[in-house]
Structure formats: structure tokens, C-alpha cells
């Protein structure tokens, strides 16, 4: 959950999503969801030029297991909260296993 | 099947049957009889009064009176008819209504009686008509005198309908057996005596006989007429209907018969049905109702269950329609009836002005809904309310069941599982949903949602309440029994190759299950530690170790956050006894979270000066998570903590990796970025606590800071680095400060201050000049000139002289330098200078 959570925060920032084909999309997050499929509004592709079949598709949604990397803007990731939260995270599995 | 061989079978058939069921059983036998009869002995018909009757059959039948009568008379009764016929065809399909028409037509001819047996195959073959429609239907219709006829019958049907029902099928072989015999017997009879009973045999015939006449004679016209029957009833029946008047016009000599015989048949009808004495006016019309109603009742029900099935829904409305159409008034039971049959357009064109108006208002009204249907659902009727439903519960159940265990522990969990988003939130002041909303408050939203719009589009609010009912319910049950029973996230079907693992929101199926052995690195980690050698063997293991340690340190730190959360209401004189153990509780696991803590940090590990390895707790600082801890660490230690802590770093300081890597040498004037980010943080993280806690000791802390790091540090170092300069400047000037806010402070004290002071000049005079980070063009001086000026302050004029020297070049050249520079960086360079320059008294401007 943790990078649905994390991606939460994303929402309404603009990110760049890189899929598993190569395409580049940026484009504003509007929801992203626990499989972390992606809808992104306003969206442009980085190489218009290489994929001018999505020139005129305004706003899509990606399903999570085609997404390669999200690029997102530094500002606005908290890192040590970040951190904090996969410390929990791993707390919680360890205490999982051994429970 | 020839249409030679049907035509005759049919005249027979018919005139037999349809005696039956229209006269009674008697009647038609005789009908039957005579018609077969008839044919044989014409000459007794006709010396009856059938000749008379012809005459003036001929003349109405053909002309309007007939079926304005009728139609009127039909059309009231029509109405009625179509009622009957209209609901059952409603059923049925609309073939059925158009069979109802079609029979309507057949019936002139007495023919309906043999039909009866013969039907239920013809019926079947009606079944085809729809197909065969368009080419013969026209023709029928083409031949529009058949409409007088049609109303007739139409009536005819309503009248007679129950009595042919119940007697037709047993009357009508008896009577055809008996017809040939019997016939001449009655034949003989009736010449004799021109009874009523005979007479309407004789009616029988003489239909009979116009039809066998006119498919002799006319082969031509019956054969176009006719050639349609073979397939379909109906080109049968307008021939018969026509055939009639046909006859009547070609051959009087056997026209004159059929009004004789509609004349015995008015008589019959009046003694079995009172209702048909209104439609007797004219004889003609009479003897052509009997057959048909008969027919109707008879092929109805074949029709019901044989045509029915063929027909198309929209074409049965149509007729349905149309049927009732001519029903409300006598023009239209005429025309109507046969169009609407047969096609659309005719049949309009036959309707009325106001009929017509509102049959294409309620089309259009119908089409315009239709099409108002058709855009609000494209693809409904994919799903059906059920099966939505049935979808959105499966989809609750999941994310119930999925995010169950977060309800169950309530906002505590939810913080666990979403921690980033809600804390992120919080600091962030991102505006979101209820930070501790719980999931089912979610899913009762979603469930409202759906509820309100089953509602609102449709009329069945109950069953939506009760599918939503049905939804919240077995939601509940699935978390209950998610909760009840552990999950199993594989499953193994015997027999099977392979595993199939499930996943859910929670647990998304695992890409890579790493096993981690048994004797893992914890083991290998904590077994080396103690040993103690750690020094000297491979750093990455005492990196691990401070790695673990540090991690220690947060996992010790977040459980003291999440519990200082969870502290209880505060203490009031008036709190139950409940609320003070619950207190009582916090307090102490705070307590013993703090020991945790304390111990985690490793502070109080022993110092030992000739190690190698840094102490823990430094090592710790020289891990960037580690300097992060160090102003949340300070939050939730205690006072003799701080000091403690702070000491320890003073002690360390040339130690600390900020300190001891961050020198720059002259082969590098400038820092690495890594060690220049690794400054920055520290400077960032780690020294605010402890300038926090600097500015608040009291002097002889101060004095105890610097002489630990006189004592215990290589000043030369530490001065020549921007942390250990920062502290040494926060020192200096805590003093200096205090001296400044208490004048009647301990003079002891501050005569051991000056000594330390005294020492420190003594230390870093030597290194002044390499104080200074970079070259002139580096901006980043602030801190140095910070130092000289805190060092300034507190000089002596002696002192301040040899600190100019020291730092002369320094400033002669930023001076310099600044001159060269705009204005706003000028200032701002100058001002860096001025910090010192007024410290001691002087101003760059002076230098100017």
C-alpha cells in the first residue's frame, strides 16, 4: 500500500509516466489506484513525433502493470516521511511473518 | 397440393363445416348436403326462390348498400369481434389477426365447413403468409369489393362464435358424410316444400356452386387469384370472397342460387342467433357471415398456436391496431381491415382523417419514445439491474474484505497502511477526505450512490432499496467471514502443475518471493559485533551495523510518535480511576520507550579514544538518516540527554564525518558535492537542536563544551571546517551573550571563560588564514566571517589587531572582488566583511 499511498500525494501534480513500450506521457495524475493504474488528464506525449497516434487523446488511463517509471517532480516527495513510511511498512510485514 | 384439387376440396369442406358451426348441426348437414347437392340438381334450387334473391343480391352486393349496412352493423359488432380476436392475437402473434381477416374473407362460400377438418393443416399454411404477403396481398386487396365482405363477417364471428365452437367439430363430419345421401332426400323435399330448413341447405349450395362454376369458367382470373392459395390461405380465401360477385356478374344462372340460400340462412340464424338478425337485412351478406364465423373460431386457435410463433411482435401491434381501428367506426371495419392486413400505407389511406391523424401521433409519439429509449441506453439490456448489482456487490465484498482489517483496527491501521498519504497530508495541509474516514464509510457512500440512482431513474424504489439491502448485507457478511478465516494466498488444486495465488489491494500478488535463509545477515551481523574488532574488519560490516542501529533508533522513534498520539485525555482532579490507569499506562511505555530510545542511540556506549572506529553514536551521524533523527531524537529526549548528546558530538567533532572529511586540502580547494550535500544536511538537521540547546545552557556548559573541544579535538581541523566554525562560533557567542544579559555574573566563571577564549585565539590564529573556504570568488564565507566577528566581539583590542592581520588579505581581496561584482552581490559580499569589520570596530567602508 505504500506506493498507493505515495502515488496518492501525486494526485494533481504532473508526472511523467514512461510505459513498458517506450512512450513517454506527461501529463497531470488525477487517480491512481491500489493495482496503481494511473488516469492522467491533459496528457501530452514526450515524442509526439514517434507516437502521433496519441497526439489527440487528451486524457487516458494506464493500467499499473504497463507503467515502467513514474517520473515526478522532487518537490513534492517527502523524502524522510517517505522513508518513515516504508519503516512502517516493513514493520508491519515482519510483524506479519512472525505473527 | 394443385390449386385444382384445393379448390374442390374446399367448396365441399366448406359448405359443410361451415353450416355446422354457423346454422346448427342439422342445418348444415343439409347445407352440406344441398350444396353438393346443388351442384347436381340446380334445377330444384332454382325453382325455389333463388332466383329472385339473386336479383337482388347482385345489384346490392356489388353496390354500396351492402356494405354500408353491414359495415355498420359489422362495425359495432366488428368492434366486439376484434376485441376477441385483438386479445388473443395480442398474445399471439400478428399473423393471427391477419388469419382472423383472411378467414373473415373466406367464409362467403359454405366451404368453412369442410375446412374445419381441412384447417388445421391450412392454418399452418397462413403460417407462411406473412412471407408470401407482399406479392399476394396486394392482389387481395386489389379486389377491394371483398371489403363489404369482410365486415360481415367480421360481425358474423362475435355472433356465432360460441355455438360453432362447441358444436362445429363434432357436427361437421357427420354432416358431410351425410350431405350426399341426405341432400337428394332433402333436395327432394325442399322442391316440394320451400321450408326454412331446406332453404338455408340450399343457400349452402349455391355458393358452392358459383365456385365450382367460376373456376371452370374463369380459370384465368381464379388461377392469378388462386395460384397464391396453393401457398398461403389467404390467396385462397379473397378468391372465394371475390368469387361471388364474380359469379354473379358472369353467370346469373348460377348467381341466382347463393340469395336463395342466404335467404333459409337469415331464417336459421334468426332461430339459433338472436343477435344476427340485426346484420339479416340483406340475405347476400348473411349467407357469406355464416362461413366465415366458423372459420374464425375454428383457425383461430390454430392460429394461435401454429401462426402465432411466426409472427414478429411489431407486426402483431400493427394489426392489433388496425383491428381495433376499424372497430370504432362502420367506414372503417370495412377498409381497414383488409389493409391493415395486409400493409401500412393502404391501410391509412383507408382510415379517416381524425383516425389516420392519431394513429401518426401515436406513432410518432412511439417512434420518438423508441428513439428516446434508444439514445439513453445504446447498450441496454447488456446487463440487467440484476446483474449490476450482483457486480457491484462482488466488487464491495472485495474491497471490504481487502480493506477490512483496516476497519477493524480503526484509524491506527489506516495510518499504518496509507501512513504516507496521511501524514503527508497532514504536513502538507493537502486538502483530502476525513484523514481517519474509515472503508466503510466509503463503501455506505458508494452504496447510496448506486441506491440513489436506481432510485431516481426508475419507479422501483423498493427494489432498489432491497438490492441495496441485500448489497450492505452481504457485504457484512463477507468482511465477517474475511475476518473469520485467515486468508489463504494460494491456492493448490490437487492434481494440478501449478499454484494460483490470489491478490487483493492489500497484498498484491508477489512478483519475486525471496527466501531469506535462515542464518541471515542478522545473525552473521550481530555475531561479528560483539567481537569488537569491528575496526579492523571490513567497513561494511560496521556499516551494516550502523545501519541496523540507526534503523533501531526510527523504529523506536515512530513507535513514540504513534504513542504519543495515543496519549490519553489529560488529568483532571475529576478523572475517573479508569482514565488515571490509562495514564498511568502511557506514562510508563513512554518511559520505556525512551530507555529504548536512549539505549538505540548508543550514546552511552564507552568512549574509547584510540579506537579506529568512530563511536556508534557518530557513526550514526555520519549517515544522512541518521542526522535526520538527530531533531526528532531531540524532541524526545530529556534535558541531561541533550547535554549528553551534545557533548558527544563535541567531543567527537573532528571526528564526525562532516568534520573530518569536509577539510579542504590544497590539492582540493573545493568539496566534493557529496561531502558538500553531507555539510548541508548536518547543518541543517543536527546543528539547529543543538544551537537550540547551546543558546539556552548556561555558561559553564559553554565553558565545559569548549574546553572539551580544546582538550579533546584537533582545533586545526575543526576550525578549518564550516561545523566544527558554526559551533565553535554558536559557543563564543553564547558566551559572549551571556556576559552581555548577566553583568553580575560568577567572575569565576568567566575568568575561566577567558582562558578557554584566550586558548582558542592561541589555536586558531595559526590556521586564520586557511579558515577560509574556496578561493575569494566563493560566496559561501558567511559562516567564517561569522566566527571573526563572534571572535571580535569577545577580543581583545590586542587579539582583534592579530585577527586583521590574519584575515587582512581576506578582506582586502573581497573587497576587491566585490568592486568588480554588481551591486546587489557586492553589498551582499561587503556586508559578509562588515560583519567582522564592525565586530571590531572598523567598517569595509573605512577600506574603501
Same mark, same amino acid.
Given at each position: 500500500m505504500l506506493f498507493f499511498s505515495f502515488f496518492k500525494t501525486l494526485i494533481d501534480h504532473e508526472v511523467t509516466v514512461e510505459l513498458k513500450n517506450e512512450i513517454s506521457i506527461r501529463g497531470t495524475l488525477k487517480s491512481v489506484d491500489q493495482f496503481l493504474n494511473i488516469k492522467l488528464d491533459n496528457i501530452q506525449v514526450v515524442e509526439e513525433i514517434r507516437w502521433p497516434?496519441? $497526439?489527440?487523446?487528451?486524457n487516458l488511463f494506464i493500467?499499473? $502493470?504497463?507503467?515502467r517509471y513514474v517520473h515526478l517532480?522532487?518537490?513534492?516527495?517527502d523524502t524522510a516521511l517517505l522513508e518513515d513510511a516504508s519503516r512502517r511498512e516493513a514493520t508491519a510485514a515482519k510483524e506479519k511473518k512472525t505473527g | 397440393m394443385s390449386f385444382f384439387g384445393f379448390d374442390a376440396t374446399l367448396p365441399r369442406d366448406r359448405g359443410h363445416s361451415s353450416k355446422a358451426p354457423g346454422f346448427g348441426q342439422a342445418q348444415d348437414a343439409f347445407a352440406g348436403l344441398s350444396g353438393k347437392g346443388v351442384a347436381d340438381d340446380d334445377d330444384a334450387l332454382d325453382f325455389e326462390e333463388t332466383y329472385d334473391g339473386l336479383g337482388d343480391q347482385l345489384d346490392e352486393t356489388d353496390d354500396t348498400f351492402n356494405d354500408d349496412t353491414f359495415g355498420n352493423d359489422t362495425a359495432q359488432a366488428v368492434g366486439k369481434d376484434f376485441d376477441f380476436a385483438g386479445q388473443t392475437s395480442r398474445v399471439a402473434d400478428a399473423i393471427e389477426g391477419e388469419g382472423l381477416l383472411w378467414q373473415a374473407k373466406q367464409p362467403?362460400?359454405?366451404i368453412h365447413a369442410t375446412r374445419h377438418n381441412t384447417q388445421p393443416a391450412k392454418p399452418a399454411k397462413s403460417g407462411y403468409e406473412p412471407y408470401a404477403q407482399p406479392t399476394y396481398i396486394p392482389d387481395l386487396e386489389a379486389n377491394a369489393s371483398i371489403w363489404g365482405i369482410n365486415p360481415k363477417r367480421q360481425a358474423q364471428p362475435q355472433q356465432s362464435h360460441p355455438r360453432q365452437e362447441s358444436q362445429a367439430p363434432p357436427a361437421a363430419p357427420a354432416r358431410k358424410m351425410m350431405s350426399l345421401e341426405e341432400v337428394e332426400a332433402m333436395m327432394l323435399s325442399q322442391s316440394k316444400k320451400p321450408a326454412p330448413q331446406p332453404a338455408p341447405q340450399a343457400a349452402a349450395f349455391p355458393s358452392q356452386a358459383q365456385y365450382p362454376a367460376q373456376y371452370g369458367q374463369i380459370p384465368g382470373q381464379q388461377g392469378g387469384f388462386s395460384g397464391p392459395p396453393q401457398i398461403l390461405q389467404r390467396p385462397q380465401q379473397p378468391p372465394t370472397s371475390r368469387a361471388p360477385p364474380q359469379a354473379h356478374a358472369e353467370l346469373p344462372g348460377h348467381a341466382v342460387p347463393p340469395p336463395v340460400q342466404q335467404q333459409p340462412t337469415i331464417l336459421q340464424r334468426s332461430r339459433q342467433s338472436g343477435p344476427d338478425q340485426s346484420a339479416r337485412h340483406t340475405p347476400v351478406q348473411h349467407a357469406q357471415r355464416p362461413p366465415s364465423q366458423p372459420r374464425q373460431i375454428l383457425q383461430n386457435p390454430n392460429r394461435l398456436s401454429g401462426h402465432g410463433q411466426p409472427i414478429t411482435q411489431p407486426g402483431q401491434q400493427r394489426q392489433g391496431e388496425f383491428q381495433r381501428g376499424p372497430q370504432m367506426g362502420p367506414a372503417h371495419a370495412r377498409g381497414p381491415s383488409f389493409p391493415g392486413v395486409v400493409t401500412h400505407p393502404e391501410q391509412l389511406l383507408h382510415l379517416t382523417e381524425e383516425e389516420r391523424a392519431a394513429y401518426l401521433i401515436e406513432d410518432a409519439k412511439r417512434a420518438k419514445r423508441n428513439h428516446k429509449i434508444h439514445l439513453l441506453s445504446?447498450?441496454?439490456?447488456?446487463?440487467t439491474p440484476q446483474d449490476k448489482n450482483f457486480i457491484t456487490r462482488i466488487q464491495l465484498q472485495q474491497l471490504m474484505a481487502a480493506t477490512g482489517g483496516l476497519e477493524e483496527h480503526g484509524p491506527e491501521a489506516a495510518l499504518t497502511e496509507d501512513f504516507y498519504y496521511q501524514v503527508y497530508c497532514q504536513i502538507r495541509g493537502?486538502?483530502?477526505?476525513?484523514?481517519?474516514?474509515?472503508a466503510s464509510q466509503f463503501a455506505q457512500t458508494y452504496l447510496f450512490q448506486t441506491g440513489g440512482r436506481y432510485g431516481m431513474g426508475r419507479r422501483h424504489h423498493r427494489g432498489g432499496d432491497n438490492h441495496m439491502q441485500r448489497m450492505e448485507q452481504q457485504v457484512q457478511r463477507a468482511v465477517e467471514a474475511a475476518k473469520a478465516k485467515p486468508k489463504n494466498k494460494q491456492l493448490v488444486i490437487e492434481g494440478s502443475l501449478g499454484k494460483i495465488s490470489f491478490s487483493n489491494?492489500?497484498?498484491?500478488?508477489?512478483?519475486l518471493n525471496i527466501k531469506r535463509p535462515d542464518h541471515g545477515d542478522g545473525t552473521q551481523g550481530s555475531g561479528r559485533r560483539p567481537s569488537g574488532v569491528n575496526a579492523h574488519g571490513s567497513p561494511i560490516i560496521d556499516r551494516k551495523t550502523t545501519l541496523r542501529n540507526i534503523e533501531n533508533v526510527y523504529d523506536c522513534l515512530m513507535k513514540l510518535e504513534d504513542h504519543e498520539r495515543r496519549m490519553p485525555p489529560p488529568l483532571a482532579e475529576n478523572s475517573d480511576p479508569q482514565t488515571i490507569q490509562a495514564h498511568m499506562e502511557w506514562q510508563t511505555q513512554t518511559q520505556k520507550l525512551h530507555e529504548t530510545l536512549w539505549q538505540d542511540l548508543k550514546?552511552?556506549?564507552?568512549?574509547?579514544?584510540?579506537?579506529?572506529?568512530?563511536?556508534p553514536f557518530i557513526a550514526i551521524l555520519s549517515h544522512a538518516k541518521g542526522k535526520k533523527a538527530i531533531p526528532r531524537i531531540f524532541r524526545q529526549i530529556d534535558e541531561q540527554q541533550r547535554i549528553i548528546m551534545l557533548t558527544m558530538i563535541v567531543v567527537h567533532l573532528d571526528m564526525l564525518s562532516v568534520v573530518a572529511k569536509a577539510i579542504p586540502s590544497a590539492d582540493e580547494p573545493n568539496l566534493s558535492p557529496a561531502i558538500r550535500e553531507e555539510v548541508e544536511l548536518f547543518s541543517h538537521a543536527v546543528m539547529p537542536p543543538l544551537f537550540g540547546h547551546i543558546a539556552e545552557s548556561p555558561l559553564n556548559i559553554v565553558i565545559g563544551l569548549l574546553g572539551l573541544i580544546l582538550d579533546r579535538t584537533n582545533l586545526h581541523l575543526v576550525a578549518r571546517t564550516k561545523i566544527g566554525m558554526s559551533l565553535l562560533t554558536m559557543l563564543i557567542s553564547r558566551a559572549e551573550l551571556v556576559k552581555q544579559s548577566t553583568p553580575e555574573m560568577n567572575p569565576g566563571d568567566w575568568e575561566q571563560w577567558m582562558q578557554l577564549y584566550n586558548r582558542l585565539f592561541d589555536a586558531v590564529e595559526p590556521v586564520l588564514p586557511l579558515i577560509?573556504?574556496?578561493?575569494?570568488?566563493?560566496?559561501?564565507d558567511v559562516y567564517v566571517w561569522q566566527f571573526l566577528a563572534a571572535m571580535g566581539v569577545g577580543a581583545s583590542p590586542e587579539q582583534q589587531q592579530r585577527l586583521v592581520l590574519g584575515v587582512k588579505d581576506r578582506v582586502m581581496d573581497t573587497v576587491a572582488v566585490s568592486k568588480a561584482l554588481p551591486a546587489e552581490l557586492a553589498s551582499v559580499r561587503l556586508g559578509h566583511v562588515n560583519l567582522f569589520m564592525r565586530a571590531i570596530g572598523l567598517d569595509v567602508e573605512l577600506l574603501g
Amino acid at each position: 500500500m505504500l506506493f498507493f499511498s505515495f502515488f496518492k500525494t501525486l494526485i494533481d501534480h504532473e508526472v511523467t509516466v514512461e510505459l513498458k513500450n517506450e512512450i513517454s506521457i506527461r501529463g497531470t495524475l488525477k487517480s491512481v489506484d491500489q493495482f496503481l493504474n494511473i488516469k492522467l488528464d491533459n496528457i501530452q506525449v514526450v515524442e509526439e513525433i514517434r507516437w502521433p497516434h496519441l $497526439s489527440s487523446t487528451k486524457n487516458l488511463f494506464i493500467r499499473g $502493470s504497463v507503467v515502467r517509471y513514474v517520473h515526478l517532480p522532487s518537490s513534492i516527495v517527502d523524502t524522510a516521511l517517505l522513508e518513515d513510511a516504508s519503516r512502517r511498512e516493513a514493520t508491519a510485514a515482519k510483524e506479519k511473518k512472525t505473527g | 397440393m394443385s390449386f385444382f384439387g384445393f379448390d374442390a376440396t374446399l367448396p365441399r369442406d366448406r359448405g359443410h363445416s361451415s353450416k355446422a358451426p354457423g346454422f346448427g348441426q342439422a342445418q348444415d348437414a343439409f347445407a352440406g348436403l344441398s350444396g353438393k347437392g346443388v351442384a347436381d340438381d340446380d334445377d330444384a334450387l332454382d325453382f325455389e326462390e333463388t332466383y329472385d334473391g339473386l336479383g337482388d343480391q347482385l345489384d346490392e352486393t356489388d353496390d354500396t348498400f351492402n356494405d354500408d349496412t353491414f359495415g355498420n352493423d359489422t362495425a359495432q359488432a366488428v368492434g366486439k369481434d376484434f376485441d376477441f380476436a385483438g386479445q388473443t392475437s395480442r398474445v399471439a402473434d400478428a399473423i393471427e389477426g391477419e388469419g382472423l381477416l383472411w378467414q373473415a374473407k373466406q367464409p362467403p362460400p359454405n366451404i368453412h365447413a369442410t375446412r374445419h377438418n381441412t384447417q388445421p393443416a391450412k392454418p399452418a399454411k397462413s403460417g407462411y403468409e406473412p412471407y408470401a404477403q407482399p406479392t399476394y396481398i396486394p392482389d387481395l386487396e386489389a379486389n377491394a369489393s371483398i371489403w363489404g365482405i369482410n365486415p360481415k363477417r367480421q360481425a358474423q364471428p362475435q355472433q356465432s362464435h360460441p355455438r360453432q365452437e362447441s358444436q362445429a367439430p363434432p357436427a361437421a363430419p357427420a354432416r358431410k358424410m351425410m350431405s350426399l345421401e341426405e341432400v337428394e332426400a332433402m333436395m327432394l323435399s325442399q322442391s316440394k316444400k320451400p321450408a326454412p330448413q331446406p332453404a338455408p341447405q340450399a343457400a349452402a349450395f349455391p355458393s358452392q356452386a358459383q365456385y365450382p362454376a367460376q373456376y371452370g369458367q374463369i380459370p384465368g382470373q381464379q388461377g392469378g387469384f388462386s395460384g397464391p392459395p396453393q401457398i398461403l390461405q389467404r390467396p385462397q380465401q379473397p378468391p372465394t370472397s371475390r368469387a361471388p360477385p364474380q359469379a354473379h356478374a358472369e353467370l346469373p344462372g348460377h348467381a341466382v342460387p347463393p340469395p336463395v340460400q342466404q335467404q333459409p340462412t337469415i331464417l336459421q340464424r334468426s332461430r339459433q342467433s338472436g343477435p344476427d338478425q340485426s346484420a339479416r337485412h340483406t340475405p347476400v351478406q348473411h349467407a357469406q357471415r355464416p362461413p366465415s364465423q366458423p372459420r374464425q373460431i375454428l383457425q383461430n386457435p390454430n392460429r394461435l398456436s401454429g401462426h402465432g410463433q411466426p409472427i414478429t411482435q411489431p407486426g402483431q401491434q400493427r394489426q392489433g391496431e388496425f383491428q381495433r381501428g376499424p372497430q370504432m367506426g362502420p367506414a372503417h371495419a370495412r377498409g381497414p381491415s383488409f389493409p391493415g392486413v395486409v400493409t401500412h400505407p393502404e391501410q391509412l389511406l383507408h382510415l379517416t382523417e381524425e383516425e389516420r391523424a392519431a394513429y401518426l401521433i401515436e406513432d410518432a409519439k412511439r417512434a420518438k419514445r423508441n428513439h428516446k429509449i434508444h439514445l439513453l441506453s445504446k447498450d441496454n439490456g447488456l446487463m440487467t439491474p440484476q446483474d449490476k448489482n450482483f457486480i457491484t456487490r462482488i466488487q464491495l465484498q472485495q474491497l471490504m474484505a481487502a480493506t477490512g482489517g483496516l476497519e477493524e483496527h480503526g484509524p491506527e491501521a489506516a495510518l499504518t497502511e496509507d501512513f504516507y498519504y496521511q501524514v503527508y497530508c497532514q504536513i502538507r495541509g493537502t486538502p483530502r477526505q476525513n484523514p481517519h474516514q474509515p472503508a466503510s464509510q466509503f463503501a455506505q457512500t458508494y452504496l447510496f450512490q448506486t441506491g440513489g440512482r436506481y432510485g431516481m431513474g426508475r419507479r422501483h424504489h423498493r427494489g432498489g432499496d432491497n438490492h441495496m439491502q441485500r448489497m450492505e448485507q452481504q457485504v457484512q457478511r463477507a468482511v465477517e467471514a474475511a475476518k473469520a478465516k485467515p486468508k489463504n494466498k494460494q491456492l493448490v488444486i490437487e492434481g494440478s502443475l501449478g499454484k494460483i495465488s490470489f491478490s487483493n489491494s492489500k497484498t498484491p500478488k508477489p512478483l519475486l518471493n525471496i527466501k531469506r535463509p535462515d542464518h541471515g545477515d542478522g545473525t552473521q551481523g550481530s555475531g561479528r559485533r560483539p567481537s569488537g574488532v569491528n575496526a579492523h574488519g571490513s567497513p561494511i560490516i560496521d556499516r551494516k551495523t550502523t545501519l541496523r542501529n540507526i534503523e533501531n533508533v526510527y523504529d523506536c522513534l515512530m513507535k513514540l510518535e504513534d504513542h504519543e498520539r495515543r496519549m490519553p485525555p489529560p488529568l483532571a482532579e475529576n478523572s475517573d480511576p479508569q482514565t488515571i490507569q490509562a495514564h498511568m499506562e502511557w506514562q510508563t511505555q513512554t518511559q520505556k520507550l525512551h530507555e529504548t530510545l536512549w539505549q538505540d542511540l548508543k550514546i552511552m556506549e564507552p568512549i574509547n579514544p584510540n579506537s579506529l572506529t568512530p563511536h556508534p553514536f557518530i557513526a550514526i551521524l555520519s549517515h544522512a538518516k541518521g542526522k535526520k533523527a538527530i531533531p526528532r531524537i531531540f524532541r524526545q529526549i530529556d534535558e541531561q540527554q541533550r547535554i549528553i548528546m551534545l557533548t558527544m558530538i563535541v567531543v567527537h567533532l573532528d571526528m564526525l564525518s562532516v568534520v573530518a572529511k569536509a577539510i579542504p586540502s590544497a590539492d582540493e580547494p573545493n568539496l566534493s558535492p557529496a561531502i558538500r550535500e553531507e555539510v548541508e544536511l548536518f547543518s541543517h538537521a543536527v546543528m539547529p537542536p543543538l544551537f537550540g540547546h547551546i543558546a539556552e545552557s548556561p555558561l559553564n556548559i559553554v565553558i565545559g563544551l569548549l574546553g572539551l573541544i580544546l582538550d579533546r579535538t584537533n582545533l586545526h581541523l575543526v576550525a578549518r571546517t564550516k561545523i566544527g566554525m558554526s559551533l565553535l562560533t554558536m559557543l563564543i557567542s553564547r558566551a559572549e551573550l551571556v556576559k552581555q544579559s548577566t553583568p553580575e555574573m560568577n567572575p569565576g566563571d568567566w575568568e575561566q571563560w577567558m582562558q578557554l577564549y584566550n586558548r582558542l585565539f592561541d589555536a586558531v590564529e595559526p590556521v586564520l588564514p586557511l579558515i577560509f573556504p574556496g578561493s575569494v570568488n566563493d560566496t559561501e564565507d558567511v559562516y567564517v566571517w561569522q566566527f571573526l566577528a563572534a571572535m571580535g566581539v569577545g577580543a581583545s583590542p590586542e587579539q582583534q589587531q592579530r585577527l586583521v592581520l590574519g584575515v587582512k588579505d581576506r578582506v582586502m581581496d573581497t573587497v576587491a572582488v566585490s568592486k568588480a561584482l554588481p551591486a546587489e552581490l557586492a553589498s551582499v559580499r561587503l556586508g559578509h566583511v562588515n560583519l567582522f569589520m564592525r565586530a571590531i570596530g572598523l567598517d569595509v567602508e573605512l577600506l574603501g
